[in-house]
C-alpha cells in the first residue's frame, strides 16, 4: 500500500501529520519498494526470519569509508588504501622509564562493505534502518570509524549529538552487533512532508520518502525514479501483517 491520503498512519487523514506507521502498511509499503528495486535491479530483497512471520528489507553494496589503523613508527599496514593521512598522539607510557610514547594513527579512505537493513519498531510505529561495514579483508568497522564515513555535511548536523543518532545494538530479529539510526527524529521530518502530501493529493510511499532522508547519511543512495514513480495504492482488505511477496528468502 501507498501512504497517500490518509494511509500509512493512525487514524483520520487530518491525524496524517502524526506520521505513524502501522505494521501493515509497512509490508505494504515494502512489497511496492520492492517492486521497484527489482525493476532497477537495485539489489533490496526481502529477509524472512527463519520459524517466524517477521522479516525485513536486505541490501548490500561496496562503497568507500574512512577507517583507522595504529602502528608504531617502523609499522607497515597490509591493508590496500586509495587514500592517507596521518596524525600524532603521544601519550605517557607508566612501564616506559623513558616517558612519552608515540603513537602514528593512520586514517584512510578504504572500499567498504556495507549491509543495511530496513526493519519495523513496533515502538515507535516507524521504520528503522540497521547497517553494519566491514572492510573487503573482513574486519569490522567500528562505531568511530562510521562516524567518521558519515559526510561531512551531515556530519556538521549531528555533531552536537553524534553518539544518539547512530549507535551500535543488538540486532532485534538476528541477535547480532549492527548500527543503527536512531528513530527518535523520525516524526520530525517526516510531519511536513506527509502534510504536503495530504494538502497536494499526492501518493507518498513512506519508505521511499523515510529513506530518502536517512539513507545518505550513512553512505545509502535513494535512486530518484523511486520518489517519481510512485504506483496507485492497492485496494486490498485489512488483514494481518504479511511481509512482501518479492525476493523473499529465508533468513
Known amino acids: 500500500m501507498v501512504v497517500g491520503v490518509g494511509d500509512g498512519?493512525?487514524?483520520?487523514?487530518?491525524?496524517?501529520?502524526?506520521?505513524?506507521l502501522d505494521e501493515e502498511t509497512f509490508c505494504q509499503c515494502c512489497q511496492l519498494f520492492l517492486q521497484h528495486s527489482h525493476s532497477l535491479c537495485d539489489g533490496w530483497s526481502w529477509q524472512q526470519v527463519k520459524g517466524s512471520e517477521e522479516g525485513y528489507l536486505r541490501k548490500t553494496t561496496l562503497?568507500?569509508?574512512?577507517?583507522?589503523?595504529?602502528?608504531?613508527?617502523?609499522?607497515?599496514?597490509?591493508?590496500?588504501?586509495?587514500?592517507?593521512?596521518?596524525?600524532?598522539?603521544f601519550h605517557d607510557d607508566d612501564d616506559d622509564d623513558d616517558g612519552a610514547v608515540c603513537c602514528i594513527q593512520e586514517e584512510s579512505s578504504s572500499v567498504v562493505q556495507y549491509e543495511y537493513h530496513i526493519l519495523y519498531s513496533c515502538s515507535?510505529?516507524?521504520?528503522?534502518?540497521?547497517?553494519?561495514?566491514?572492510t573487503l579483508e573482513g574486519r569490522s568497522l567500528c562505531l568511530e570509524e562510521v562516524w567518521d564515513s558519515v559526510h561531512p555535511n551531515y556530519r556538521q548536523r549531528l555533531q552536537h549529538?553524534?553518539?544518539?543518532?547512530i549507535t551500535q545494538q543488538e540486532h532485534?530479529?538476528?541477535?547480532?552487533?549492527?548500527?543503527?539510526l536512531h528513530p527518535c527524529r523520525t516524526e520530525e521530518f517526516m510531519k511536513p512532508v506527509l502534510k504536503a502530501a495530504l494538502e497536494e493529493h499526492?501518493?507518498?510511499?513512506?519508505?521511499?520518502?523515510?529513506?530518502?532522508?536517512?539513507?545518505?547519511v550513512v553512505g545509502l543512495d535513494v535512486p530518484l525514479s523511486y520518489c517519481t514513480q510512485v504506483p496507485e495504492p492497492p485496494h486490498t482488505p485489512s488483514s494481518s501483517p504479511q511481509p512482501p511477496a518479492l525476493g523473499t528468502k529465508p533468513g
Open 202 to 216: 499526492r501518493q507518498v510511499n513512506y519508505i521511499v520518502t523515510w529513506l530518502s532522508v536517512v539513507g545518505p
Open 124 to 134: 515507535y510505529q516507524t521504520p528503522v534502518l540497521y547497517f553494519r561495514a566491514s
Open 63 to 89: 562503497g568507500t569509508g574512512r577507517t583507522r589503523c595504529n602502528q608504531d613508527q617502523q609499522g607497515t599496514s597490509s591493508d590496500q588504501h586509495q587514500e592517507r593521512t596521518f596524525s600524532l598522539s
Open 172 to 180: 532485534p530479529l538476528l541477535g547480532q552487533s549492527f548500527f543503527v
Open 9 to 20: 498512519v493512525r487514524g483520520t487523514h487530518r491525524e496524517m501529520s502524526s506520521c505513524f
Open 161 to 165: 549529538r553524534p553518539w544518539d543518532t
